[in-house]
């Protein structure tokens, strides 16, 4: 469990650095360059990361601390669709799904966060997922933050065609996932959980 708190703390801590230490990034950032932050940045998130799934896969024998009623996993199947969908719509230029949400990334990591929680009853699972919902709640806060001091504005939006490519690509990454991709790469079935 120590090596899963870890991995949340190390992968969370730096993508919330611009929330909780902006001086501190932009120090890094005058001393390493905009491109080597870049790398700096990506690097630790990688190294982070793999921390994070490897601290899960470590942590995922616990003992449940409730069981999810078996219906709740279709309830996180529908809400993923819409986290894929809001995650399309975060890496295309800007539709109305786009601008409506405002951020759909941080969106999509919270319902991704609050599917599995209703899904997932251990304590591993509780606590990752948790974590992601909280990060994502301070990241809106915070953005929403950054939008009224006018350091940051939103995606001006571009063509409603965008929403149909983000609906489309989210539905295949979902049928996908649900196909097999979970499967093979968690391990677990989202239609048997």
């Known amino acids: 469990m ?14 919330l650095i611009r929330v ?40 995922r024998d616990m003992t449940p601390i409730w069981s999810p009623p078996s219906w709740m996993s279709h309830i996180t199947v529908l809400l993923m669709l819409f986290a894929m969908i809001c995650l399309a719509a975060s890496l295309l ?10 951020h759909p990334m941080v969106l999509s990591v919270k319902i991704w966060a609050l599917a ?6 251990d304590g591993a699972a509780i606590l990752l997922f948790a974590a992601f919902l909280a990060w994502g709640v301070i ?20 063509s409603a065609t965008y929403d149909l ?12 996932i649900i196909w097999k991709l979970h499967a093979w790469i968690i391990g677990v ?4 959980m």
């Not at 890094?28 to 990688?46: D, N, P, Q, T, V």
């Not at 599995?116 to 009853?121: D, K, P, T, V």
Request: charged share 15%; no cysteine; net charge positive.
């Open 189 to 192: 079935s989202p239609l048997v």
């Open 165 to 176: 490519y983000a609906i489309i690509l989210g539905v295949v990454a979902w049928g996908l």
């Open 20 to 59: 909780v230490a902006p001086g501190l990034r932009a120090s890094l950032i005058a001393s390493l360059g905009e491109g080597g932050w870049k790398i700096a940045y990506s690097i630790a998130s990688i190294v982070a990361l793999i921390v994070l799934i490897y601290g899960f896969g470590q942590a």
């Open 93 to 102: 230029p800007a539709g109305h799904i786009a601008t409506k949400t405002k």
């Open 139 to 158: 990241l809106r806060i915070s953005l929403k933050r950054r939008e009224r001091a006018g350091e940051i504005s939103r995606r001006p939006f571009v």
């Open 2 to 15: 120590a090596l899963l708190i870890l991995g949340i703390v190390l992968f969370l801590g730096i993508h």
């Open 116 to 121: 599995h929680l209703l899904s997932n009853g």
